[in-house]
């Protein structure tokens, strides 16, 4: 069955960088579009980033461009979040997520990981 | 990138029929029919309820349906039961290429 686990998780001071990785598993992961999703605590859900299936494509939220890359590595089945000058509203869980169908941009998401928590305080 | 607007509650009672609206903009959900919705339970991952406006994942229940009109997407939740206490929550593609989601709304089951 899917299986998404994101790590690299942490307590980070603002100005800080982080790497979040979601490993995946049960599909055939070169073919599918990853996006990552957060939550800050108490509040709803924000997209994050997303990387097509090939890579030939990345879009990311306003709020978190110019400091957020995605990147995905198929001989690993992962993909990642680098997150480079972290705020204090940077502060959420962040879920990794899968697309719904291959090959293609299909902006729904019908796997999620379980989170990784990101706390960014001084 | 703005965010739909939702409710941020509705609540029924048990056998009861709410229904949740989406109201978007020219960049999102006017423009675009890849609207879903996706519920989330305390302390879990959202899982994802319809796509595609209208469609439902195999497995997820008939009591939900939705629709689009204009700018505004709606999710019916038919014959409430227990377990649809949850938060809900819409999701549209933009003219950017990214995505964007709606507030969320709390749904309670008096």
């Known amino acids: 069955q899917v299986q998404l686990v994101e790590s690299g998780g942490g307590v980070v001071q603002p100005g800080e960088s982080l790497r979040l990785s979601c490993a995946a598993s049960?599909?055939?992961?070169?073919?599918?579009?990853m996006h990552w999703v957060r939550q800050a605590p108490g509040k709803g859900l924000e997209w994050v980033a997303v990387?097509?299936?090939?890579?030939?494509?990345?879009y990311y939220a306003d709020s978190v461009k110019g400091r957020f890359t995605i990147s995905r590595d198929d001989s690993q089945n992962t993909v990642y979040l680098e997150m480079s000058s972290l705020r204090v509203e940077d502060t959420a869980v962040y879920y990794c997520?899968?697309?719904?169908?291959?090959?293609?941009?299909?902006?729904?998401?019908?796997?999620w990981g379980q989170g990784a928590m990101v706390t960014v305080s001084s | 990138q703005s965010a739909l607007t939702q409710p941020a509650s509705v609540s029924g009672s048990p056998g009861q029929s709410i229904t949740i609206s989406c109201t978007g903009s020219?960049?999102?959900?006017?423009?675009?029919?890849?609207v879903s919705w996706y519920q989330q339970h305390p302390g879990k991952a959202p899982e994802l309820l319809i796509y595609?406006?209208?469609k439902r994942p195999s497995g997820i229940s008939g009591r939900f349906s939705a629709s689009k009109s204009g700018c505004t997407a709606s999710l019916t939740v038919s014959g409430l039961q227990a377990e649809d206490e949850a938060l809900y929550y819409c999701?549209?593609?933009?003219?950017?290429?990214?995505?964007?989601f709606g507030g969320g709304t709390k749904l309670t089951v008096l």
């Open positions: 997520a899968r697309e719904r169908q291959p090959y293609r941009d299909y902006p729904y998401m019908d796997s």
């Open positions: 999701s549209s593609y933009t003219i950017s290429s990214t995505l964007t």
């Open positions: 020219r960049s999102d959900i006017c423009s675009y029919d890849f």
């Open positions: 990387i097509w299936y090939d890579a030939s494509n990345t």
């Open positions: 049960g599909f055939i992961f070169s073919g599918y579009g």
């Open positions: 595609d406006v209208t």
